[in-house]
């Protein structure tokens, strides 16, 4: 939650009034995550769900000003970026706090990542995004089906919709855009 909620809220916190005194165009872009649409995630998820309902505030709230400032939300799913290899810039000291027994998983994700879309193509998308004022912005056109089936369970009021995170890693293994 530090990173992934407060992070963005302590950021819009004192940029926007900045923004908003200097009175020129600008535009918002809050990185949360497909896990804020979908189900599932544990904290991450319940911090990028955050970050989605924050941004959607944001929006509402620049409209309502008039203010020349845009606001749009990333949701991406897998993007080649590294991050699961984070630990490589922890400290010594925290070094035993990494599970050792993840080998597999990791693999997995690695696996997964190689097929995963490039910083570069998510960067392209986002300039478009807001070249055009879209709010919300799901560069990975395969996930739209996993987002209607868990707003269709919503709607129905059924039983959480669940992800089948294997089916999911065999698809992005086969190049389906996941």
Not at 120 to 134: H, L, S, T
Request: overall charge negative.
């Amino acid at each position: 939650m530090g990173a992934n909620f407060w992070g963005v809220l302590c950021g819009l916190q004192v940029f926007i009034p900045h923004m908003l005194e200097h009175g020129e165009e600008g535009h918002i872009v809050n990185t949360a995550s497909l896990a804020g649409l979908i189900p599932g995630g544990g904290a991450y998820g319940v911090s990028k769900h955050g970050v989605l309902a924050l941004s959607e505030s944001l929006y509402r709230d620049l409209k309502a000003r008039d203010a020349k400032i845009g606001a749009s939300v990333l949701c991406p799913g897998f993007v080649n970026t590294g991050i699961f290899k984070a630990e490589r810039n922890r400290p010594e000291e925290f070094a035993s706090d990494l599970p050792e027994s993840n080998a597999g998983a990791r693999a997995n994700l690695d696996s997964v990542l190689q097929h995963a879309k490039q910083p570069a193509e998510i960067a392209e998308i986002v300039f478009e995004a807001i070249q055009n004022d879209r709010f919300y912005i799901l560069p990975h056109p395969a996930w739209d089906e996993i987002v209607r089936s868990r707003v269709e369970h919503v709607l129905a009021r059924q039983a959480p919709f669940v992800l089948d995170f294997e089916d999911l890693t065999r698809r992005t293994v086969a190049g389906e855009g996941f």
